[in-house]
């Protein structure tokens, strides 16, 4: 296979044993493990640099900050000039040529870069629910929150949509225990704390629209490098859940989005998770199923997904044997589970009779590493010791206003950075909340004044009694009976005086 095929990783001192990434083989997943300053985030930008000169995007997460670097090409009068070109000239490929490489950044509270959004709805309940530390009974509540959302033709965006949804859950908790299940007052109450709780650490801003496109990450530019995608990550780490979930939650939307391509030339995008331990700490075991299944089938959409971690040990073994490409950078083994990682990771490797994984795993230097890659015909590689390769973008961070002109250069610049709320569950059911209040309000209100009749009725009635039994009522009484009988008398006179008058002229 020519060399533009692959991607050079690295070699023995004076350029032996040359190793290198089968670009055909790349999207069969891949592991760079190693403890910490033993390299492995030098060999993180090798290979970024590498896809992204073949014309494969990649993306990746900035933990320390310290990838931002790669935006810029590298520099004589940097602290690693001389030590690069040193490990270039010894390995044959001198001179070094410093050059950048098309970064976009990404940020999820939209600081360092273009903010990253999805919807609630398009998270789904299940990550939602590892999200938020949910137990069993409380994901099935939230289960049924999104159910009923989606019968009535509700949608859930940010979290004020879900947070009002849980509302109408209780409230009709009765008419909905039929159809749906219980719904009780308490699994919604710790819900909501939970939401409250990921509101305080900013993951309120990761969830409403415009979403993401996952589009805007397969980018190849004229000049045919592949963008590489860097997620400011060094804030996100403080909230290590919802690091997780949402890079999960971007390999399960590749995985929906993706048509099937079987496997490529090269691979249609390379994703890097970093600090992978952190996906599968506590994770209950229908996600793991889930995390097994996305990476077991998106190789099929031409993905590749390279975990990076301290101990290989971190990655559960149904998903480390998908992990046909591994870098191996030293262990230590201070104690007994260092000493089973080693023994772990020397087992992974394909034997060569020329290297003693497991004492080797324990001598190498910063910048060695022991590799093992998937070979054209897709059996891995016999173990190699050797140097990685120097890069040629800046290592380290970016200095004051760098990334600020990149972010405003960048053609996703102004796409994402406003938000939009349209009507979705919230308004909905706002509204149908003050409609329902408002009748409440006329209906009582009718009632109201229907009362206060009968109540002025009843009293006009006892007041009239208490009158007539009053002396003033009394003597009114005898007023009126005297007047009607002087009337009455009056009367008689007038009649007997019209009579006489009659009776004498007749």
């Known amino acids: 296979m020519a060399d533009t095929d692959t991607l050079f990783i690295g070699a023995q001192s004076g350029g032996a044993n040359p190793q290198a990434l089968v670009l055909k083989r790349a999207n069969r997943h891949g592991l760079i493990a190693g403890a910490t300053g033993t390299g492995k985030t030098v060999t993180l930008q090798v290979l970024a640099e590498g896809f992204s000169k073949d014309g494969v995007p990649v993306f990746m997460a900035d933990v320390k900050g310290d990838l931002a670097g790669m935006a810029m090409p590298g520099s004589p009068t940097s602290k690693t000039h001389e030590a690069f070109q040193a490990r270039a000239t010894d390995l044959g490929v001198a001179p070094l040529t410093y050059v950048d490489n098309p970064v976009v950044f990404w940020d999820l509270f939209g600081e360092q870069g273009h903010p990253v959004r999805t919807t609630v709805s398009e998270m789904g309940p299940l990550l939602l629910a590892r999200l938020l530390g949910l137990n069993e009974t409380q994901e099935g509540v939230l289960a049924i929150a999104f159910k009923v959302a989606d019968d009535q033709g509700m949608l859930l965006l940010d979290l004020k949509d879900l947070k009002q949804m849980l509302v109408y859950c209780a409230d009709n908790a009765k008419e909905l225990a039929t159809a749906y299940g219980n719904v009780t007052a308490q699994s919604v109450g710790a819900i909501q704390r939970q939401l409250l709780s990921l509101e305080s650490q900013g993951g309120d801003r990761f969830f409403g629209e415009p979403a993401l496109a996952i589009t805007d990450l397969l980018t190849v530019g004229e000049d045919g490098r592949g963008q590489v995608n860097i997620l400011a990550a060094d804030k996100l780490m403080a909230s290590p859940k919802l690091y997780a979930t949402f890079l999960l939650w971007m390999l399960s939307e590749l995985f929906e989005e993706l048509p099937e391509v079987g496997d490529p030339d090269k691979p249609k995008l390379v994703f890097f998770f970093d600090e992978a331990h952190l996906l599968f700490d506590d994770a209950p075991r229908a996600l793991l199923d889930k995390i097994e299944q996305v990476v077991r089938l998106i190789r099929s959409k031409g993905v590749g997904v390279y975990f990076i971690t301290q101990n290989p040990i971190d990655i559960p073994d149904d998903i480390a044997g998908q992990l046909g490409n591994r870098v191996q950078h030293a262990l ?83 796409k994402y950075e406003e938000t939009v709320d349209r009507e979705s569950a919230f308004e909905m059911l706002s509204t149908k909340a003050n409609a329902a209040a408002e009748a409440k309000a006329t209906e009582q209100a009718e009632i109201e004044a229907r009362k206060a009749n009968v109540a002025k009725a009843k009293e006009d009635a006892a007041a009239a009694r208490a009158y007539k039994a009053s002396p003033m009522g009394q003597l009114e009484k005898v007023a009126v009976g005297a007047a009607a009988a002087m009337a009455t008398q009056a009367g008689r006179s007038l009649v007997r005086g019209l009579l006489g008058s009659l009776f004498k002229r007749r």
Request: some cysteine; overall charge positive; charged content about 25%.
């Open 332 to 414: 230590r083994a201070f104690t007994p589970r260092d000493q089973k990682a080693v023994k772990a990771a020397a087992t992974t490797f394909r034997p060569n009779p020329q290297v003693n994984v497991e004492r080797e795993i324990l001598e190498l230097k910063t910048g060695e590493a022991l590799v093992s890659l998937l070979m054209a015909d897709g059996a891995p590689s016999p173990v190699e010791r050797v140097l990685i390769r120097p890069p040629c973008s800046r290592c380290g961070p970016l200095v004051d206003g760098e990334r600020k002109v990149i972010v405003t250069s960048s053609p996703y610049a102004g």
